[in-house]
């Protein structure tokens, strides 16, 4: 449900700051001069039509847009008073702690459900002791455990789509990020599936800062603490979901909430 | 028609016959047969039929030429290790030995080297260099084999009799197959040259097939702080491995039939001997020297089951492989269907 009495973002403690990001695609200025501040432990959501920059925009939160070749990044992005594009910051180690869920459900086909929630781990060559503990724990976390708890040794994309979503949600989890970006999390699912994603989300943002760009904006309106709206590479407005879907101060945001182009 | 003919009781829809009948003035514009397709079809259906006889045809062709050789040695040819065409004595195993233990020791050498090459072409490298360097992989497969051949004698040979050898013997000399005289030319010479000729082909089968694995597997892996090493070992090889095993076999087909360029290199002695740097001989390469001078026909009838030999052992080595693949599908499929299983409950 929509909170109404929300402070505006900046007088919250902020989880990333961002300033004066710019990101390129080879000669392409994808985002331009984007500044705004990610309120802690809140769900902040991104809106925007298609090819705004939505997705661009999370991937420089956790340094995987310069994995696309030619892309380019300018701007500071800063974390624990740390800017992640210091030359000192290891990208490898930002992207644990900045977790990233995709729109289609991706769990390793190779791997099975207990391997997958394992699998940040492993890649990171840890060897956890109590690695049951972890699984279950992990797999409870995102209500998935009841359901598969006797079939962990089975493959993860045997699983439906919410629940290959909710165990790419728990792969994250196990990592222990501060962030967790979610770019379109839902779009794949059905409605059912849908809505029981947002109910663990509502649950989740007592400890995480979550960032989810979403193309429905009903769903922004459902979930969201903080809405951030992207036209054409631009940052135009960035508020309490309340305001940007009842009082925007920009008449673009307003146009585009109420449906008339987009 | 068939619930018409099955349950006559039932009240038929309108069957097909009486449609065409009534319909033929009426329809016949509709009606017709494609008669290119039909062509298309056939000729089709007949290159299919004929590879599956080409095949069948060959392996009878070469049991009836071997059939004196086979009724005069019988089992004991695959065994025997003498080879004197003079005093008509002919046993294949020096040959088999020589075959098999070259290919798979190049596959040992080319394997590594290969799958080093994919994981660069297809995962590191900058993509401006991809082209170029995959384009010079796969020309290195489009040398003729007699290139090679030549290559290794003028080149390779004096190398690894001089430098290669001499080290091998100093450092592992204790082993035995690293014991004996430095000639150059030898197992370990045709090893070598097939390893060679064999590294293109597997490197970019392999990388074709990394490059198959969805874009979407590497990025869970990235986003979830791996290194690019860790993303190659976890996320992209583990969907790679049947491919990249598929890229084995043909690369052990292909030394398997080599001719040319081992026997160039591999010293023609028909020996069994545990040391590398020995001469050996091959299948393939016993064929090519002696067939053409064969008079007697006890000869030509040997060699020809050398022939059906090579064939086989093609054959075996192939299916074992293929059941390696297999096998890796086989799991998956288990979990698959253990899964369906579970959830249809
Ligand atoms: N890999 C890429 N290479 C070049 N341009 C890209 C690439 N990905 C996205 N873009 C461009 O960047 C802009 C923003 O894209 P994106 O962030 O994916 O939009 P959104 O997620 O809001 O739909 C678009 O104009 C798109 O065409
Ligand atoms: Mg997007």
Known sequence: MMQSNLPAPSQLPARIVVEDLNAYFGGAHALHHITAQIPDKKLTAIIGPSGCGKSTFLRCLNRMHELVAGARVSGRVVMDDIDIYDKRVDPVRLRRRVGMVFQKPNPFPTMSIRENVLAGLTLNGIRPKDADAIVQHTLERVALWTEVKDKLHNSGTSLSGGQQQRLCIARVLAVQPSVILLDEPCSALDPIATARIEELFAELKNEYTLVMVTHNMQQAARVSDYTAFFYMGDLVELDTTQRIFTNPKVSKTEEYVTGRFG | MKTA?????????????????????????????????????????????????????????????????????????????????????????????????????????????????????????????????????????????????????????????????????????????????????????????????????????????????????????????????????????????????????????????????????????????????????????VIANELIEAEKDIHVSSLSQIALLLFGVALVMNLGARWLVSGVKRRAAKITASVKLETSK
């Open chain 2, 5 to 285: 003919a099955n349950a006559p009781s039932t009240v038929d829809p309108p069957a097909p016959a009486s449609f065409a009948e009534k319909g033929r003035d009426k329809w016949g514009a509709l009606q017709g047969v494609h008669w290119g397709d039909k062509i298309f079809h056939y000729t089709t259906g007949t290159f299919a039929i004929l590879v599956l006889a080409l095949p069948l045809l060959m392996m009878v062709m070469l049991i009836a030429a071997s059939r004196l050789s086979i009724t005069n040695f019988g089992p004991a040819f695959l065994v025997d290790t003498q080879w004197d065409p003079v005093r008509e004595e002919f046993g294949a195993l020096p040959f088999i030995f020589g075959t098999v233990v070259s290919s798979l020791l190049a596959l040992l050498l080319a394997v590594p080297v290969s799958l080093g090459l994919a994981i660069f072409l297809s995962e590191l490298c900058p993509k401006k260099l991809r082209k170029p360097l995959g384009f010079f992989s796969e020309l290195l497969a489009a040398i003729p084999s007699v290139v090679y051949g030549f290559w290794g004698i003028f080149v390779m040979l004096p190398w690894l009799r001089d430098s290669v050898q001499p080290a091998l013997a100093r450092w592992f000399g204790f082993l035995p197959i690293f014991q004996g005289q430095a000639l150059g030319f030898g197992m370990l010479a045709a090893a070598m040259i097939l390893a060679i000729m064999i590294v293109p082909t597997i490197a970019s089968i392999s990388r074709d097939v990394l490059r198959a694995v969805p874009d979407t597997e590497r990025e869970a892996a990235i986003a979830l702080g791996a290194t690019p090493w860790e993303t190659i070992r976890h996320a992209v090889l583990p969907m790679a491995k049947s491919g990249i095993l598929g890229a084995v076999i043909l690369g052990l087909n292909r030394a398997l039939g080599e001719t040319m360029a081992v026997t160039m290199v591999i010293g023609n002695r028909p020996k069994i001997s545990a040391s590398l740097f020995d001469p050996s001989h091959s299948m393939a390469s």
